[in-house]
Nanobody, 120 residues
Framework: QVQLVESGGGLVQSGGSLRLSCAAS????????MAWYRQDSGKQRELVAR???????NYADSVKGRFTISRDNTKNTVYLQMNNLKPEDTAVYYC??????????????WGQGTQVTVSS
């Protein structure tokens, strides 16, 4: 099966930066879209940013100009550089791989989540 493992979360002060990483493992031929979502307690999970295999990106309005998503297709890894963090960015951040081409069948996978906490 395909597994997604996130890293890089933690506690940071307002205005600080963090870089999240998510590596996909398993027999993977291609991942069409990789994305980051986040979910704060009591709220719905929301899309933060997504990137296609060709490098096209989309961002939530709330993070435009502060966050940058990138990926390394040779490593099946996606990154999220988060700058000028605000307390409202506090959430569990989840990695998502969509349109995964592999021998296993399922095409959509989620990571276990990594906590990001921004103190004011």
């Amino acid at each position: 099966q395909v597994q997604l493992v996130e890293s890089g979360g933690g506690l940071v002060q307002s205005g600080g930066s963090l870089r999240l990483s998510c590596a996909a493992s398993g027999r993977i031929f291609r991942i069409n879209v990789m994305a980051w979502y986040r979910q704060d307690s009591g709220k719905q999970r929301e899309l933060v940013a997504r990137i296609s295999s060709g490098g096209s990106t989309n961002y939530a309005d709330s993070v435009k100009g502060r966050f940058t998503i990138s990926r390394d297709n040779t490593k099946n890894t996606v990154y999220l550089q988060m700058n000028n963090l605000k307390p409202e960015d506090t959430a569990v951040y989840y990695c998502n791989a969509e349109g995964v081409i592999s021998p296993y069948g399922p095409t959509n996978y989620w990571g276990q989540g990594t906590q990001v906490t921004v103190s004011s």
